[in-house]
């Protein structure tokens, strides 16, 4: 089965290309950036999703399914730039979903985020809760999802929209508005100071990026339509993450505490429990599990200068 994978060059991407290939599928990257991990075996297409280029792409290829991954992934640069990251996260998977329904595409796969939920009304955010993005970020993708949907009825095309909770893991950036446990693990291994934002209380659900890597696979054989959280469903406080980091290091950990940032949510925590029924898929990963092998990798990344 061939599988694109837009956004295949990136952090869940790159795994999910990598777990595809392990599964003998043929993955085929679509990227604007030249991927840094998969191997020379691997297809790819190093091209913008907005471009209309992208139709010859498809037209030569024909793939069987879409795992759509490519977006403009900042919070805070879709705050700055709305009309960039509606452009890429609306316009490019109106671009993506075009040549899919023209060129006979089967399924799509789409990486939305608990960022369209916004501030939750509940301890564990239900996929039928009310959406209120607070970013555009999260309204481009709550956009691109109503898309997704309005093209599947008008066309012979199913989907599974996966809304991910703050996954982690190796290869995730560590530069700017990178994961929290990527900043805290490159941070911690050259000595410097943990910023944490807040009193440190506030919680996010953390889930490790082969689990997710997974569940995009899995979404790629179920026949049902469908909208599932892909999370741990566990809270784990910043300051609870830290205290992990430290007995998994042994290293002393130095914190600044500032002031919360505007329009963060306190706590996170979505249900999974219609993903592992309709996916038949579960996070196998423990927290701990997750941050030792991204700590591993950290390690050796820093003491080889990758
Ligand atoms: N990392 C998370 O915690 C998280 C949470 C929720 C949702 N998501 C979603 O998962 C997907 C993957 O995120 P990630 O964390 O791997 O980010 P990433 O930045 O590592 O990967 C995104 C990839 O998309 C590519 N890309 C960006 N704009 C493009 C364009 N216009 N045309 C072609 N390629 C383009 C980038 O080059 C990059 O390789 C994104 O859609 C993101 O919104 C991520």
């Known amino acids: 089965m061939k599988v694109f994978v837009t956004g295949g060059a990136g952090f869940i991407g790159s795994h999910t290309v990598d777990i595809l290939q392990q599964k003998g599928y043929q993955p085929i990257i679509i990227d604007k950036n030249k991927s840094k991990y998969a191997d020379s075996s691997i297809k790819a297409y190093q091209i913008d999703i907005c471009d209309q280029n992208l139709k010859e792409i498809f037209k030569v290829e024909l793939p069987d399914a879409v795992i759509h991954l490519a977006a403009q992934t900042s919070v805070s640069y879709s705050v700055s730039n709305p009309k960039i990251d509606g452009k890429i996260n609306i316009l490019g998977t109106i671009n993506v979903l075009e040549n899919c329904c023209k060129y006979g595409v089967k399924k799509i796969v789409f990486a939305s985020s608990a960022a369209v939920y916004g501030e939750p009304k509940q301890a564990a955010i239900e996929e039928g809760d009310t959406k209120s993005p607070l970013s555009f970020y999260g309204l481009s993708k709550l956009s691109a999802e109503d898309y997704i949907k309005l093209f599947s009825e008008q066309y012979d095309l199913s989907y599974t929209i996966l809304r991910y909770a703050n996954v982690y893991g190796m290869r995730q950036d560590t530069a700017g508005e990178g994961g929290v446990i990527a900043v805290f693990i ?90 592992i029924y309709t996916l038949n898929w579960q996070p196998h990963f423990s927290l701990e599990q997750g941050l030792n092998e991204t700590i591993h990798y950290h390690y050796v990344k820093k003491h080889s200068n990758l």
């Open 186 to 275: 490159n941070k911690l291994l050259h000595d410097e100071t943990l910023t944490i934002y807040g009193d440190g209380n506030q919680s996010r659900d953390f889930i490790f990026v082969k689990d997710v890597a997974a569940a995009n696979i899995a979404a790629l054989s179920s026949v049902e339509k469908s909208i599932l959280n892909i999370s741990s469903n566990t809270k784990t406080t910043i300051n609870e993450l830290t205290a992990h980091l430290h007995k998994l290091t042994h290293k002393t950990i130095k914190t600044s505490y500032k002031a919360k940032k505007e329009g963060d949510i306190t706590d996170s925590r979505l249900n999974n429990r219609r993903a």
